[in-house]
Structure formats: C-alpha cells, structure tokens
Nanobody
C-alpha cells in the first residue's frame, strides 16, 4: 500500500506564497508521475500541475501557469508545489496524486492516478 501525505497548506493573503509538499511512503512502486489537483467548494476536482518522475517534465493548468511551480525530490519520494502570487480563486483543497504507469486517460485526468493524498486546505483571503 502506498500512502501520500500532503503538508504546507494554510491561510495566506492575496499575493502571498505557500509551498505544498507531498511525500510518498509504503511499499515500493514504480513512480511514473505525480500531480496536484484541487477542489473548491461546489466545484469539480481540477488538474493543477504534473511532473514525470524520470525526466522531470512538467505541465500546468493555464490558470496557474507562471505562478505555480511543481518539482520533485526523487531520493525522498516527495513532490512540491510552490505557489506564488496567490489569488482568492486559488482557494481549494489541494490533493497530490501518483501513478505507477500510463492508464490511458492522460496525465491531466484524475482517472490516471492510482494513489491520492488526504488533501490540504489552501485559503487565500482578499
């Protein structure tokens, strides 16, 4: 069983920054990619950013491009999300997700991911 544990959420003023972390632990698995999704109240879960484990390739949702940066520490099985210039519309529960290999849905789809963290709340005040 693989566990993903997020940390780093909190309350921040608009224009501020936060750094989220997600550490994978448990049985060894081949990590293909890890991603961040978010879900605001009353809205569907949406893709934020993804990083492939072997090459470090990244992709971002248009809404966060230029403001958020995803990175990884392979040795620590940890993925990070550095969030800057935060806006009230970034308020959501942020989830990290991991997949051991392609499942055919594409890395922007939540269906691609095998493992999920419990989520961490990010609140941006105006």
């Amino acid at each position: 069983q693989v566990q993903l544990v997020e940390s780093g959420g909190g309350l921040v003023q608009a224009g501020g920054s936060l750094r989220l972390s997600c550490e994978a632990s448990g049985r060894t698995f081949t990590n293909y990619a890890m991603a961040w999704f978010r879900q605001a109240p009353g809205k569907e879960r949406e893709f934020v950013a993804v990083i492939t484990w072997r090459t470090g390739s990244t992709y971002y949702a248009d809404s966060v491009k230029g403001r958020f940066t995803i990175s990884r520490d392979n040795a620590k099985n940890t993925v990070f999300l550095q969030m800057s210039s935060l806006k009230p519309e970034d308020t959501a529960v942020y989830y990290c997700a991991g997949t051991g290999g392609p499942r055919g849905w594409g890395l922007l789809s939540s269906r691609e991911y095998d493992y999920w963290g419990q989520g961490t709340q990010v609140t941006v005040s105006s």
